[in-house]
């Protein structure tokens, strides 16, 4: 517990003050923050790892347990494509998890543009006694504002998702899969900051079950820095309050550019 929470020091020290950053050789000119190369098109991937904490809101029990995962980007001026797929073995449960997005913006130049898009997470959740298999497809839509003098760009939407949660029983049980669908309205904003070698990306946002009446929040920093055109560094921190659990998760790795 010590050494995760002095990781999660380092790792919040180091998105918040050193603000390392993926594309620091690319165009002055960037999509709302996000990337934006000099040539076409770019794509960067970056292994992952580092530690997971997961805390039950119910029994007040915590464990920490080593995380990886794999972050994928494709990215030009108007379109930005990633995806993070993650692995961890925590509080006796194996979980799995993929975040697949893609955004497209307006005009990559205006000080105030629109922005459009869609993501689709996917957890499976494993232990001794049960499987749990989330599904969950979202939309968004928003506007980018742009501020030059501050290498800042803001980019609030508001959106929609339908949240399907399978559990199955083990065979000698007897009971049936149980299925649960949510609609789910989000409400978030992104803030992308880029300055020379520097780059940070944080986004918070609010989940209202409306099925269930109950808000899930979440808060999310990459921190990233090029040592030349072609590789870098990146550190992730992740927060998430859910209706039964809090988890923490850090993540360090290398950056290839391609």
Same mark, same amino acid.
């Given at each position: ?27 002055? @000119? ?36 080593? @995380?990886?995962? /794999? ?6 001026? *108007? ?19 993929n975040i697949a997005s893609f ?8 000080? /105030?543009?629109?922005? /459009? ?18 599904? @969950? ?7 980018v504002w742009r501020i030059p003098?501050?290498? /800042? ?25 149980? *299925? ?35 808000f899930n929040h979440n808060f *999310? ?14 550190? *992730? ?22």
């Amino acid at each position: 517990m010590n050494v995760f929470k002095s990781c999660r020091r380092i790792g919040t020290a180091l998105c918040l003050f050193v603000l390392l950053t993926v594309f620091s050789t690319f165009a002055e @000119e960037s999509v709302d923050g996000n990337p934006a190369p000099h040539k076409t098109s770019g794509l960067i991937v970056s292994p992952l790892f580092g530690w997971v904490e997961n805390v039950s809101n119910s029994s007040g029990t915590s464990d920490v347990s080593p @995380e990886y995962g /794999l972050f994928v980007m494709y990215a030009n001026p *108007r379109v930005v494509i990633n995806n993070t797929t993650f692995f961890s073995d925590v509080n006796q449960s194996v979980v799995w998890g993929n975040i697949a997005s893609f955004n497209l913006y307006g005009d990559p130049k205006a000080k /105030l543009t629109w922005y /459009l898009g869609a993501s689709y997470v996917w957890h499976r959740v494993e232990t001794q006694t049960v499987e749990i298999e989330i599904n @969950e497809p979202l939309g968004k839509v928003g506007v980018v504002w742009r501020i030059p003098d501050l290498h /800042l760009s803001l980019n609030p939407y508001v959106g929609y998702a339908q949240q399907t949660t399978v559990t199955k029983f083990p065979s000698a049980w007897h009971l049936p899969n149980d *299925r649960n669908r949510s609609d789910i309205v989000v409400y978030g904003v992104s803030a992308y900051w880029r300055w020379r070698m520097l780059h940070a990306n944080a986004k918070y946002y609010l989940a209202n079950d409306l099925d269930h009446d109950t808000f899930n929040h979440n808060f *999310r920093i990459w921190c990233s820095a090029m040592f030349n055109e072609s590789l870098g560094v990146i550190a *992730r921190l992740e927060y998430e309050e859910q209706n039964t659990t809090k988890d923490t998760s850090l993540l360090f790795g290398p950056v290839f550019v391609f």
